[in-house]
């Protein structure tokens, strides 16, 4: 939890096990839009990203109520990415010896709330 500004507040989940192209097509649906209609986006969605996304972005409108004292109706998303974490690599053995590399891939979700300029 970071404070930025006077009014953004940022929250990390990190180390998630779920693909990073996974969540970015969940996370592009909600970009810029307000804390309220993002929830209820993420509500209705079917994906499995939606409830990582989800509690990070209540995450992080805690942290603005608990840090300003405030309700946290009139916040927007300024920002909310996501990165690659570290993979794990694991081996599918195949026929005749041989083995096949498989990738476990994690993601790291960065979420910034704050007012519109």
Do not use: W
């Not at 509500?43 to 942290?63: E, T, V, Y």
Request: glycine share 2%; hydrophobic share 40%; net charge positive.
């Amino acid at each position: 939890m970071e404070v930025n500004n006077v009014s953004e507040v940022v929250c990390r989940v990190r180390y998630v096990k779920i693909s990073p192209i996974k969540v970015r097509r969940i996370v592009n649906q909600i970009r810029r839009r307000s804390y309220e209609e993002a929830i209820i986006i993420l509500n209705f969605m079917p994906h499995k990203a939606c409830g990582i996304i989800l509690k990070a972005l209540r995450s992080a409108a805690s942290n603005y109520t608990q840090i300003f004292n405030s309700k946290s109706s009139k916040l927007i998303i300024k920002e909310i990415r996501v990165d690659n974490a570290p993979f794990l690599k694991r081996l599918c053995p195949h026929a005749q010896g041989r083995a096949f590399p498989i990738k476990k891939h994690f993601s790291h979700i960065y979420v910034k709330l704050g007012f519109e300029d």
